[in-house]
């Protein structure tokens, strides 16, 4: 049991390493009162394919590393009250 803490421990803390690397470097998505007045338009290539994009890529790596970081969490959480 005490192999298992140890291992999830360590999956802990790369995955909160690489979430917070990934946090950090994501660009700001939203255009604020600029896309107001100017009246962007979303119907364009770009965003149709903006999950292909690295961008997309990038934002998807890390709603997925955050679900696993609150499995983690959840699971030490379970053995350290065992």
């Not at 005490?2 to 690397?21: D, G």
């Not at 394919?49 to 709603?63: C, L, V």
């Amino acid at each position: 049991m005490e192999i298992a803490k140890w291992i999830l421990i360590v999956a802990y803390i790369i995955v909160a390493f690489i979430l917070i690397i990934l946090t950090l470097s994501q660009s700001k998505e939203d255009a604020g009162l600029s896309s107001t007045i100017t009246g962007s338009s979303t119907n364009n290539f770009y965003e149709k394919n903006k999950g292909r994009t690295k961008e997309g890529k990038q934002k998807r790596w890390t709603i997925i590393l955050a679900v696993v970081f609150t499995i983690l969490t959840i699971s030490l959480g379970i053995l350290y009250m065992a």
